[in-house]
C-alpha cells in the first residue's frame, strides 16, 4: 500500500519560515513525480511546488515563487519543502503526492485528485501574527 506522511507543520509569525517532509512507505518514491498541495479554508486544494522523479525539473506558482523550494532525497525515500518568508495567505493544509506525469506544471496545475497515486493526510500551517 503506498503511503506518504507529511510532517514539520506547525503556527510561525509572517516571516518565518517552516520546513515540511514527507516520508514514504511501502514503495519508493524515485519512480515518481511529487508534488506539495496546500487547502486553504474556504477555497479549492492548489499546487504549490512540484519537483520531477530526477529533480531537475520543479514548478512553483507566481504566489510562492523565490519563497518556496521543494527538493528531494530518494536514497532516504523523502521530497523536502523549505517555506520562507511565510505570509498569512500560506496558512492552510499541505499535502503531499505522488504521480507519474507528462510535466511537473501539469502536477501542479492541472492534474485531478484522483490522477494521483498517493496522497498524505495533510498537515496544518499556520501563518499569523
Known amino acids: 500500500q503506498l503511503q506518504l506522511e507529511e510532517s514539520g507543520g506547525g503556527s510561525v509569525q509572517p516571516g518565518g519560515f517552516l520546513r515540511l517532509s514527507c516520508a514514504a512507505s511501502?514503495?519508493?518514491?524515485?519512480?515518481?513525480?511529487i508534488g506539495w498541495f496546500r487547502q486553504a479554508p474556504g477555497k479549492e486544494r492548489e499546487g504549490v511546488s512540484c519537483i520531477s522523479v530526477s529533480g531537475e525539473n520543479t514548478y512553483y506558482p507566481d504566489s510562492v515563487q523565490g519563497r518556496f523550494t521543494i527538493s528531494r532525497d530518494n536514497d532516504k525515500n523523502t521530497v523536502t519543502l523549505q517555506m520562507n518568508s511565510l505570509k498569512p495567505e500560506d496558512t492552510g493544509i499541505y499535502y503531499c503526492a505522488a504521480g507519474v506525469h507528462f510535466t511537473v506544471r501539469y502536477m501542479c496545475t492541472m492534474a485531478g485528485l484522483n490522477a494521483f497515486n498517493a496522497w498524505g493526510q495533510g498537515i496544518l500551517v499556520t501563518v499569523s501574527a
Open positions: 511501502g514503495f519508493t518514491l524515485d519512480h515518481y513525480a
